[in-house]
């Protein structure tokens, strides 16, 4: 009996590649492909098309963690990019700093027009404005930048997000304008029912940002400036789907229908053994790569293993992520103390954990990481090994895999 093989096609730093992956002989396979063909361009706006206020504009754009179209995006924009009354702010929340890289990655073919009036927010240091606290007790400290007397224009991508329900829409002042107390507070609501993938009517982390931006909202008009706007997009792998333009509220309800349907995926049973390709950007680190494991979780039958497939060139992710993961914690004590003194990274440390404490398994594929010591999870250099370990591991019965494409975008949402 010959065995199996699929392709999977893979966007990588340096582009988009395929690759054959080859399963022993006595393997069955299902492929979850990644987005289909963007409709026809017919449909797509005109450069200059989204018309903003004259006067000074503040432009929210999205750091390199997210596969957003910002060129694209700022091209729609009637505005004179060279003028002085245009800012940009990089709504990094607390992730670090982009690198000049990452910035040309940002702007492509503006940055060199505008990038003496970037401004690259920073959650532990930048000067904040205290604007009160939410009903359900998260401080709201929003960058001092916010009081420059402009209209705001939020520019991002809508996509799946395992505890906010969705990305986009208020998450470019919320928690991306904020400060590091402000993403604690909201954040520990990700420990609650009802945080979860897909959601927002129940949401309480996500119903907790909508009423923090409004805060910030209410800020700007008392301060004679406009409603915030947006210009959010659904893209898969560079290819525009859709689009919409307006008020930041109301942004992720009217593009996330559409998202559903470009980026959910049906399963119709839990499968042994779930491969799943994290692409680039979120293939940067572990703790990034995590998206694709909350993602597939419920994709992986009981006793299975589910392989996260991702570069990690820059390592593990957080220190206080990565020596917690080293330090073996038990599930009861994380539990305890995330309720008492919740850190940033915990939710993640704890679906981990209850993930393996289940019976199932996570492992990690990665050249970068291969042969790192002092994780409670086996890291492997190569698809061929994990295939091969798995393989071993498994009884003839149950060789069974379901490989997904970019599964940090895809999602396996309920039929």
Known sequence: MSGSKVIIRRVLRDGVAEMSVNFPPGWRTAHLAAAPPAP?????????????????????VNDAQRATPTPWLMGLLDCDWS??????????????????????????GFLD??????????????????????????????????????????LGSVEPHYFAGWTGGRKSLVPGLCSLETIRANHRLALEPGAALGALSDNPLHLDLEEAAGMVRSRLVDRGASEPLGVNVLAARGEIHGWHAGPLHGMIEALAPGGRMLFGR???????????????????????ALKGFEHWKSAV?????????????????????????????????????????????DHKLLNFLRFTASGRRVWLVSPYLAGHDGLPLPILGSVDSAIRTADDLLAPSARRALLIEDAASLTAFPP
């Not at 027009?113 to 009903?135: E, F, K, N, Y």
């Not at 799943?276 to 940067?284: A, G, K, T, Y």
């Open 113 to 154: 027009q505008v990038r003496s009036r970037i401004c690259v927010h920073r959650a532990a240091s930048d000067p904040r404005v205290h604007l009160g606290t939410t009903s359900r007790g998260t401080p709201v400290e929003i960058n001092r930048l916010l009081d420059w007397p402009a209209t705001v224009v939020c």
């Open 301 to 345: 039958a009981a006793g299975g293993i589910l392989a996260l497939v991702a570069d990690c060139p820059a390592g593990m992710g957080p220190p206080t992520f990565t020596q917690f993961l080293g330090d073996s914690p038990m599930l009861a004590a994380i539990e305890q103390r995330a309720s008492e003194d919740y850190r940033l990274g």
């Open 40 to 60: 026809p361009p017919q449909g797509l706006p005109a450069p200059r098309s989204v018309s903003v206020p004259s006067g000074p504009l503040l432009v929210v």
């Open 266 to 288: 049906h399963v119709d049973s839990p499968a042994p053994f779930v491969l799943c390709f994290v692409d680039h950007p979120l293939d940067r680190d572990f703790y990034q």
């Open 83 to 108: 003028s002085p009354e245009v800012r940009i702010a990089v709504a990094t929340g607390c992730h670090a700093p982009p690198t000049e890289p990452e910035l040309r990655k940002i702007f492509g």
